[in-house]
């Protein structure tokens, strides 16, 4: 029997939560299969087998927060390939007529599978599974060079419902596919088809998935398909948090504080408590943006992705940093030196279910508008599904918060550890407001907002931080003035 300790996933990490145990005992698994998956401090991480064998104890509960280095799942030889008796391969092992039967718990998707698909014939589809130590030292090796900053990103993550069998014998059949949108439940309940980050979605934005259209292939329900359903306005940088149930004249709920959640307090208080912080505002007319954003949004090349304000933001961002390279730059106190980036790695904080979290796309300054909004796209898709990897929100110069999705005018936001400086992007509003015309002032309806700019104060001073702002402000009231820098 082999013992999997929980690995260090990330640079110096301590400790983990165990979120949701993807086997149960008995189960046969293979190397590489993913068997759990954990919180640390800045994401939510699967953790892949590397050993194979059959599941002999899950070791630690879920909910439970362990060490690095603890036991947590105990994986044996797999039992004799006649060991069990039962149905030959690609016979039914279900029994409509008696749910208990066919050895799946209540609320599973009551769907025959042929016998190579489960128990120990697993080993059929799979291949032999000797344990291999060999193979559980590269698996480990992946595990802790995946999220290092810089290395390999995470893989997508295969549909994890039923495929569709053969007719029951008896039952009238009907035409099949590789995936089915919905299958009936011993209570008269449905399945529906959706990959487990598209359930994970739902959750979170509270869409039932019984109630969708499904589009996808064979009926599966896709991330379009929940985000339409939410019907939610947000932008990029926000992914409303599910609420906790409260019971009936509860007065008070605890949570504790862990993870993403602990490692968010940690570092705002650490940064608000060293770096002395400074704020301005200015209140702009970005009336000139928002067409420009419908512009961009009835061109052919940008039609299959998402542009709002905050991509023309990000651009301005990235050219009134050549006018002002401070703002990119951070103090580096051990060495007593000010460090400054000649590249861009544009974070984007993002309020998820589990906290803050602030991804970066990297090199920013090297990528065309429309790469750029492909980029952004994808960070938030990503911090949806809470799939936000340790490499992805390591490594940030300059951080961009849209408050403004909450219909928050500003704010005086808390410099991202490591940078030097970050922006408040404020909701854009329909006000009153003086424009001049051949000479002649007169009261109009514009689309205005605010950016509110937060700076190191030892190295970055009033004249330069009102300089980058300023330049900011002047690009989203005139775009075409871009052309400039």
Same mark, same amino acid.
């Given at each position: ?11 110096? @990490?301590?400790?983990?939560e165990?979120?949701t145990?993807k086997?149960?005992?008995?189960d ?7 068997v759990?998956e954990i919180e =640390?401090a800045? $994401?939510?991480?699967? @953790? ?8 002999t ?6 909910g439970? =927060?362990?060490?690095?280095? =603890? ?7 797999p039992a004799p ?8 391969a690609g016979?039914m092992e279900i029994?409509?007529?008696n749910p208990a039967?066919?050895?799946?718990v ?5 769907v ?9 014939q ?7 599974? /000797?344990?291999s130590s060999?193979?559980?030292?590269n698996?480990q ?7 290092a ?6 893989q +997508?993550?295969?549909?994890? +419902?039923e495929p569709?069998v053969p ?12 995936f089915v949108?919905?299958r009936?439940?011993?209570? *008269?309940e449905v399945?529906?088809?959706a990959k487990p980050?598209v ?11 019984a !109630?969708?259209?499904? %589009?996808?292939?064979?009926?599966t329900?896709?991330?379009? +398909? ?6 939610s306005?947000a932008?990029?940088s ?10 009936s004249g ?5 949570e ?5 959640r602990k ?9 608000a408590? $060293? ?8 209140? @702009?007319?970005? =009336?000139r /943006?928002t067409?420009?954003?419908?512009r !961009?949004?009835?061109r052919r090349?940008f039609?299959e992705?998402?542009?709002s304000?905050?991509?023309?933001l990000?651009?301005?961002?990235m ?11 951070f103090?580096d106190e ?5 460090v400054l980036k000649?590249y861009?790695n544009?974070g984007?904080?993002?309020? /998820?279910?589990?906290g !803050? ?8 300054q090297?990528l065309?508008?429309l790469? @750029?909004a492909g ?5 938030t898709a990503t911090a949806?599904?809470g799939?936000t990897?340790?490499?992805?929100? $390591?490594?940030? /110069?300059f951080t961009?918060?849209n408050v403004g999705?909450?219909?928050?005018d500003?704010g %005086? ?6 940078e030097?400086?970050i922006l408040c992007? *404020?909701?854009i509003?329909?006000q009153?407001?003086v424009?001049?015309?051949d *000479?002649?002032d007169?009261?109009v309806v514009?689309q205005v %907002? ?10 970055? +001073?009033?004249e330069?931080?009102s ?8 690009i !989203?009231?005139?775009?075409? $003035?871009a052309l400039l820098?």
């Amino acid at each position: 029997m082999s013992e999997f300790l929980l690995p260090d996933v990330g640079e110096g @990490l301590i400790e983990a939560e165990i979120v949701t145990w993807k086997v149960k005992v008995g189960d046969v698994v293979a190397i590489n299969d993913i068997v759990v998956e954990i919180e =640390t401090a800045k $994401s939510l991480v699967e @953790l892949p087998s590397p050993f194979a064998g059959e599941v002999t104890a899950l070791m630690v509960a879920e909910g439970d =927060t362990v060490s690095v280095g =603890t036991p947590i799942i105990a994986i044996g030889a797999p039992a004799p390939a006649g060991a069990a008796a039962g149905p030959a391969a690609g016979e039914m092992e279900i029994d409509l007529s008696n749910p208990a039967a066919s050895g799946r718990v209540e609320g599973e998707s009551l769907v025959g599978r042929n016998k190579a698909e489960r128990g120990p014939q697993r080993r059929a589809r799979k291949g032999s599974v /000797t344990p291999s130590s060999e193979a559980a030292a590269n698996t480990q090796m992946q595990v802790q060079g995946a999220f290092a900053p810089g290395g390999a990103q995470s893989q +997508d993550v295969a549909p994890a +419902d039923e495929p569709a069998v053969p007719a029951v014998p008896a039952v009238e059949p009907e035409p099949v596919s590789e995936f089915v949108p919905v299958r009936a439940l011993s209570n *008269g309940e449905v399945r529906v088809l959706a990959k487990p980050p598209v359930r994970k979605l739902a959750k979170d934005l509270g869409v039932d998935l019984a !109630l969708l259209t499904a %589009t996808g292939p064979g009926g599966t329900v896709t991330r379009a +398909d929940v985000e339409g359903a939410a019907s939610s306005d947000a932008g990029p940088s926000v992914v409303e948090p599910s609420r906790p149930s409260v019971q009936s004249g509860q007065r008070e709920t605890r949570e504790p504080i862990k993870g993403v959640r602990k490692m968010m307090a940690g570092a705002m208080v650490g940064s608000a408590f $060293s770096a002395p912080h400074v704020t301005e505002w200015v209140t @702009l007319d970005v =009336t000139r /943006t928002t067409e420009l954003v419908e512009r !961009l949004k009835a061109r052919r090349e940008f039609r299959e992705v998402k542009v709002s304000p905050l991509l023309v933001l990000a651009r301005a961002v990235m050219l009134a940093m050549r006018r002002t390279p401070e703002i990119n730059s951070f103090w580096d106190e051990s060495a007593q030196e000010v460090v400054l980036k000649h590249y861009v790695n544009l974070g984007i904080a993002a309020a /998820t279910p589990r906290g !803050l979290v602030v991804p970066n796309v990297k090199d920013a300054q090297d990528l065309t508008l429309l790469e @750029l909004a492909g980029e952004l796209n994808q960070l938030t898709a990503t911090a949806r599904e809470g799939r936000t990897q340790p490499a992805e929100m $390591s490594g940030g /110069t300059f951080t961009i918060t849209n408050v403004g999705v909450f219909g928050v005018d500003a704010g %005086t936001p808390i410099i991202n550890p490591g940078e030097s400086a970050i922006l408040c992007f *404020g909701a854009i509003k329909k006000q009153p407001w003086v424009v001049t015309t051949d *000479g002649v002032d007169e009261i109009v309806v514009r689309q205005v %907002t605010t950016l509110a700019l937060s700076f190191d104060h030892r190295h970055i +001073d009033g004249e330069k931080g009102s300089r980058f702002l300023s330049d900011v402000a002047g690009i !989203l009231e005139d775009p075409a $003035s871009a052309l400039l820098f």
